[in-house]
């Protein structure tokens, strides 16, 4: 199975909950169950960061997501050049645990540059059945194999 699908929104605090919903829906429509939860979680998390500190004013963000065999890729673009950076449990207060939880959940993830405004954060959720993986970018390696899941039980 292989598929996209994006829908932008507006820079507005209910957008963050109208795009995990997206998400959700999307998955279903593929017929995908394994680790809506996570890619949920991890779109709320990017979602609440590009309308936190990504978005310039009068501008939005993108939530792409792509299927291929059973590895699913999570894009949330906005429109600034800040790059986030997980924090470490020390630096945390109320806030800030976003990137921790994304690095926790997903098989991998990063930040890619876009031009001329804004960047692209990505993260990949591969099934942990051994599934196909994706490139983390178009042109580069396949990433590396699942990494052990701190949150999970």
């Known amino acids: 199975m292989s598929g996209t699908t994006q829908r932008f929104f507006d820079a507005r605090p209910e957008s ?5 919903a997206f998400a959700a829906e999307a998955l279903a429509g593929w017929g995908l169950s394994d680790r809506v939860e996570d890619i ?7 979602a609440t960061n590009a309308l936190v500190h990504g978005t310039a004013p009068g501008h939005g963000f993108l939530v792409r997501l792509d299927v ?14 800040r790059r986030p950076e ?5 630096d945390m207060d109320v806030s800030g645990r976003g990137l921790t939880l994304v690095a926790a959940l997903a098989d991998d993830w990063g930040v890619q540059d876009r031009t001329p405004i804004g960047k692209v954060v990505w993260s990949l959720f591969k099934d942990t059945g051994g599934a196909a993986a994706m490139p983390t970018s178009p042109g580069s390696p396949p990433s590396s194999p699942p990494k052990s899941r701190a949150l999970r039980s």
């Open 86 to 90: 997980a924090r470490r449990a020390a």
């Open 68 to 81: 291929d065999g059973e590895a699913v890729r999570l894009e949330v673009h906005d429109s600034r050049h």
């Open 40 to 46: 949920r979680l991890c779109v709320s998390e990017l």
């Open 16 to 20: 963050a909950g109208e795009a995990r």
